[in-house]
């Protein structure tokens, strides 16, 4: 039995909580500027980024790395080796099987899409001419595509407009919902090595870029 004091203290705690979460809310769809969605700070392993392989492709690490980083205490370490007919995938967000990857630093539901026209996150390059995959889950579980080329030596921001992203014509999910086009809210980013060999991604501050 909850007496009168402590339902009252019960309403309070749930009108706090209500009011932190709208404020939240407002904060994040009000203030200007670039939105910062996953820094890779924390636990990075098998429970907190969603990752696997088939065919013969190899994934032997998935790690921090604090010794190469662009902000932060770390960046993102994958290392891989990519064969003839092989793949992989490396996801962070939410939907995904790994439900602990689900760690952007704001909620997708709460993202005010429309203010944003890229996205975009740092590869520390090896000038290994590789061609790597990026892939977004948008809420239709459909799979958008765009394809980065490792040319350069060192940091550097790649941007990827949402509006030069295409659907997968290789595979898409039995679930997708398949309409050609981005839905929002996106849920999931996720890469993938394309050319055959080893190789090493080191991958930092995933952002969202405001509209000019």
Known sequence: MINNTGKTWLWLVIIAVTILGVGAFMAI??????????????????KTVDYGTGAGAIISDVSAAKDIKYHGEQSLKFVYEEVPDGYMWLARGYNLDVKGAAVWLVDPKNINWKRYYAFSFYLYGTNSGASIALDLIDSGFEYQRTMIKDDFIGWKQIVCPLDKFMPRGDWQPEKADANGKIDFPINAFQFEPRSVGKGTLHIDYVQLLEKK
Request: charged fraction near 35%.
């Open 29 to 46: 769809n009000s203030s200007k500027g670039d939105l910062l969605i996953d820094d890779f700070e924390g636990e990075i392993s098998a």
